[in-house]
């Protein structure tokens, strides 16, 4: 029994001391060679399994290994423990994993401290070894880099991707057909996500249909079943509720989510804001500012210089699976553009925002 005790220990020192990865090596074993910059970005530290150079001296928790102790390292954790602003690391990424060209030391100590993620200037190198994986894996980099959806749709066919950017791409002519206002690509990609993509998916979790499809993910469903329904417009049955649930036609399902007021999908609702430039009639800047700002969903008036007279910022709470773009829309068409005097306005929706509360708040 001692003799077994032993073994057991002696193993765990040995994957204790084993060494992290070599980026070298998977480099080679992947045939990722061809580069693209991504710029800093803040990146998860159990993402960040191995070094460029510097793989000998670190052990899988990258922690330094006994036999070298660093001053630098403990130079660098009291920097971190003192709330130093240190400069981003720099790291090379092969698909979901990252390792550390410069800035070793500053892992090893941010995870030593707990920390969860680190900001670092990141070189991604794209796999060309033409393995199913890898395929998948250049499909996906292809659609987030066009479409800057957050990385959450995971598919396990070759292909899928671009369906999923035709029907991107299909919602993105439609509001711009529907709309007055110039639609942004991302901001119709962001709309698609939230209002035709997040839903189905939604339901399918609901429906617990992907115990039957154990190799599939929630998006190979999602790919699935929407291209049967809105491309081949075959019949199929999927589980209780979802045949009733999914129409024909792509924005006919997406209207239909938007009426289910008993579907409980607490993560479709949220505060919405955009910014609206206005021209009105040369004179009545202030009648019309007034006018304005006795709406509710009016937050913020602004006279100002230039081509547009006005800027007012509107926040607006979206219902269940509603578009944001069609919410937005609506309320120009029937509120602020029958505000007498005003000619003209065009419509800035935020991708993504960052807000400060205002100095006298946070001083006090």
Known sequence: MKEYFKKLFHRGDNAEDSSIKSFVDNQQKEEAYDERHLGVQAVPLDKIV????RYMDFN???????????????????????????????????????????????VSAAKNLGYE?????ITEFLPSKNTLENIIYREKTAFLTKTQLPDTIELTEVGQYRRLLKQIDDHH????????????????????????????????????LNRHFTKRTRSDLYAYISNHQWV?????????????????????????????????????????????????????????MRRLYSMDEIQEVHF??????????????RELLSSDAEIIGQFLHKRVRQVKDVIKTQTLIPIASKEKKPILERST
């Not at 942004?184 to 429906?207: E, G």
């Not at 100002?304 to 709470?317: E, N, Q, R, T, Y």
């Open 50 to 53: 191995g070094s460029v150079g």
């Open 232 to 288: 081949r417009g075959k019949e199929r049955e999927y589980g209780i509720g979802i045949d009733q649930l999914i129409p024909k036609d792509m924005e006919e399902f997406r209207l239909k989510m938007e009426k289910l007021k008993d579907l409980e999908l607490p993560e479709m609702k949220h505060w919405i804001s955009a910014f609206i430039l206005i021209e009105v009639k040369a004179g009545k800047e202030h009648e019309v």
């Open 117 to 121: 993620f680190i900001d670092a200037q």
């Open 304 to 317: 100002v210089h230039g081509f547009f007279d006005l800027i007012a910022k509107i926040m607006m709470k």
């Open 60 to 106: 899988r928790q990258f922690r330094l290994r006994k036999d070298r102790p660093s001053a630098r390292f403990e130079s660098v954790k009291e920097a971190f423990e003192n709330k130093v602003i240190l400069p981003p690391i720099t790291l090379y990424q092969i698909k979901n994993e990252y390792y550390v060209l410069d800035g070793n030391h500053r």
């Open 173 to 208: 002519g439609y509001l711009m057909k529907t709309g007055d206002d110039e639609i942004d690509y991302l901001v119709a990609a962001m709309d698609w996500y939230r209002t035709i993509y997040t839903p189905l998916v939604t339901i399918i979790k609901n429906s617990r």
